[in-house]
């Protein structure tokens, strides 16, 4: 159980196109998706935290007219990245957890395989 | 502000023997802290975690991780490698001030395991 899928795997897509990317909770309701991050041989960089029918809240640094996040169900978070550019070549790893961030327990967050973007 | 340290960007192994990945934390709280394990085309996968219970945490696959307040570490440690267990470990916290579901990652060791 406890199992979260990412599509597409990998991406390829030329300069001021835009990209989708899906993060879905296979065989649970994920309240809370957040979306990560991760350049090569680095850690993974917190986005945005999204619960479901309600706005992304976005970490320091990262545009959010850039990186369109929506939470429009118990199952599916998408993570559209607009008119992308090289410098948004990176891994875009998505995860969820069964229940909203509760500030006196950790909900364990469950992580998808990832999505590979290269902008050309 | 929290942060973790991985001291090693790559640990080699031969199977059978001891693993230790090593990790230090930054932290001005109690913080809660996780070792996440991530195989290549695989989502991460939590290995254990500690959040102020006892100090020695075990995990899965026979991994164990020690908190030691007075070393601000939190060493990842396995009596006796697998194959299997060649991947990128990652050492997390989690701050309370964050929320406990904010996770800080470290820059993550990757282990090799040979036979």
């Known amino acids: 159980g406890a199992v979260v899928s990412q599509h597409p795997s990998w991406v390829i897509c030329k300069s001021g196109t835009s990209v989708k990317i899906e993060c879905r909770s296979l065989?649970?309701?994920?309240?809370?998706m957040f979306w990560y991050r991760q350049f090569p041989k680095q850690s993974l960089m917190l986005m945005a935290t999204?619960?479901?029918?309600?706005?992304?809240?976005?970490e320091q640094g990262v545009e959010k007219d850039k990186f369109l996040i929506n939470h429009a169900s118990l199952t599916l978070s998408t993570l559209t990245v607009t008119s992308a550019h090289p410098e948004d070549s990176s891994f875009y790893i998505c995860?969820?957890?069964?229940?909203?961030?509760?500030?006196?327990?950790?909900?364990?967050?469950?992580f998808g395989p990832g999505t590979r973007l290269t902008v050309l | 502000a929290q942060s973790v340290t991985q001291l090693d960007s790559h640990v080699s192994v031969s199977e059978g023997t001891p693993v230790l990945l090593r990790c230090n934390y930054s932290?001005?709280?109690?913080?809660?802290l996780f070792w996440y394990v991530q195989h290549p085309n695989k989502g991460l996968q939590l290995l254990l975690k500690?959040?102020?219970?006892?100090?020695l945490v075990k995990g899965i696959n026979g991994f164990e991780a020690e908190f030691k307040k007075s070393e601000t570490s939190f060493h990842l440690t396995k009596p006796s490698a697998h194959m299997s267990d060649a991947a990128e470990y990652f050492c997390?916290?989690?701050?309370?001030?964050?929320?406990?579901?904010?996770?800080?990652f470290g820059a993550g060791t990757r282990l090799a395991v040979h036979p």
């Open positions: 065989d649970f309701q994920a309240t809370t």
């Open positions: 997390v916290v989690s701050p309370p001030s964050g929320g406990y579901n904010k996770l800080i």
């Open positions: 999204s619960n479901e029918g309600s706005k992304a809240t976005y």
């Open positions: 995860s969820a957890s069964r229940a909203s961030g509760s500030i006196s327990s950790y909900n364990e967050q469950f």
């Open positions: 500690y959040t102020s219970a006892a100090t």
């Open positions: 932290s001005s709280y109690s913080p809660s």
